[in-house]
């Protein structure tokens, strides 16, 4: 079976709901917080656990408390996790979550020890083979993504580039994505870089996604149902992925990823019943 590598983050989200989200300088009064599993790269990894992939985590954690259930849990998922780095001295990363009572939310993450992942640590990626799909997203630092993507680039392998959130990037990395996953947003931003990836897909939320042009519907979800949209996009990503792996057509991976992303919007937090 052929795996997915997934290269990100993993995060400690601390969500408070509210009735709505405050304005610039506003102070609003929210509900207890919950301290769930997130960050775009373990997010990942599970959606794509979930799809029956072979999955391998390649991320930083913290020597604290958090990052050691985040790595147990992911581990008990059937996630491979003899990759992960334990940072000494620095914490998990950590995202600050408000979200309202639509699913709307606003985050601030602090990186912790995602920051620490360095170029070095990709070593890993020589283990890949033929039909792999290196999945990775932007949580962590540029240059080690840069140097993932070059020590793949003379094997038989997919790049699944969830370029979130946006940043430059080194013109090699964008053209060996296929695809490369950006929202609306982001989308406008990689026109004015000026490079090329091998496929584009952009996702419209509610709207569904363009895969190179082709048009996807979104899976309908009742407004009343919508609880929190956080790590809808990395459901997605994730799903996606996964189904590439396993050797769906493009039209079946994506109807996958769809149905991904509308169940993650049906349940608080990024992964369901992600408490730690």
């Not at 599970?46 to 390649?58: D, L, N, R, S």
């Not at 990689?190 to 569904?208: K, Q, R």
Request: one cysteine or more; aromatic letters at 2%; glycine letters at 10%.
């Amino acid at each position: 079976m052929s795996r997915v590598y997934v290269l990100g983050s993993l995060n400690v989200d601390l969500t408070v709901p509210v009735s709505r989200l405050p304005r610039s300088g506003e102070t609003v009064v929210g509900g207890t917080v919950r301290r769930t599993a997130g960050g775009k790269g373990g997010n990942q990894a599970v959606a794509a656990a979930a799809q029956g992939a072979e999955v391998v985590m390649m991320g930083a954690i913290g020597a604290d408390e958090p990052g050691v259930a985040y790595r147990d849990r992911l581990h008990d998922k059937g996630i491979d996790v003899s990759h992960l780095r334990v940072v000494e001295g620095e914490a998990t990363g950590q995202a600050f979550v408000t979200v309202d009572e639509v699913g709307a939310n606003q985050i601030v993450v602090a990186p912790g020890a995602n920051a620490e992942l360095a170029p070095h640590h990709t070593a890993a990626l020589d283990t890949m083979a033929a039909g792999d799909v290196l999945l990775v997203s932007l949580e962590v630092p540029i240059e080690t993504v840069a140097e993932a993507v070059r020590r793949i680039a003379s094997r038989d392998v997919r790049v699944v580039l969830n370029a979130a959130p946006y940043a430059h990037l080194p013109h090699h990395v964008v053209e060996a994505a296929d695809p490369l996953v950006v929202n609306e947003h982001e989308a406008l931003e990689l026109a004015d870089d000026g490079a090329f990836p091998a496929s584009l897909l952009v996702t419209f939320g509610a709207a569904g996604c363009a895969w190179n042009g082709i048009e996807h519907p979104a899976v309908r979800v009742p407004a009343e149902r919508v609880v929190d949209t956080t790590g809808a996009g990395d459901a997605f990503c994730g799903a996606l992925a996964a189904r590439l792996a396993l050797g769906d057509t493009r039209e079946e991976a994506v109807a996958a990823a769809l149905q991904a992303g509308a169940d993650a919007v049906q349940h608080a937090g990024a992964q369901r019943d992600a408490l730690l």
